[in-house]
């Protein structure tokens, strides 16, 4: 078992950045494949990018390439996002998510473990 607690999200202004943090704790982080996702009201839960157990980054979307950046660190069971060029359009939720596998993948239905998520909100 996993338990994952996202943080970081709040309000900011187009062009600002946030670093969103998930912590895991309960197994051993560094056997764990990591993922974002995100949703916004209305809309299908979106992969925003991914981190396998040796460090190989896939995604992320067009919709945040360039600006946003994944890291992990196994010494402080932490995966990170580093959302930079905000646009008001990256409103949502963010959901950080945990599979038992040495690959990250993009599909949601792959993880095995999801955080309770972090509100980001990005003001015009």
């Known amino acids: 078992q996993v338990q994952l607690v996202e943080s970081g999200g709040g309000l900011v202004q187009a062009g600002g950045s946030l670093r969103l943090s998930c912590v895991a704790s309960?197994?051993?982080?560094?056997?764990?494949?990591m993922g974002w996702f995100r949703q916004a009201p209305g809309k299908e839960r979106e992969f925003v990018s991914a981190i396998s157990r040796s460090g190989g980054i896939i995604g992320p979307p067009t919709s945040v390439k360039g600006r946003f950046t994944i890291s992990r660190d196994n010494a402080k069971n932490t995966v990170y996002l580093q959302m930079n060029s905000l646009k008001p359009e990256d409103t949502a939720v963010y959901y950080c998510?945990?599979?038992?596998?040495?690959?990250?993948?993009?599909?949601?239905?792959?993880?095995?473990?999801w955080g309770q998520g972090t509100q980001v909100t990005v003001s015009a």
């Open positions: 998510a945990a599979r038992y596998n040495d690959y990250a993948t993009a599909i949601p239905r792959y993880y095995d473990y």
């Open positions: 309960g197994s051993t982080f560094s056997g764990y494949a």
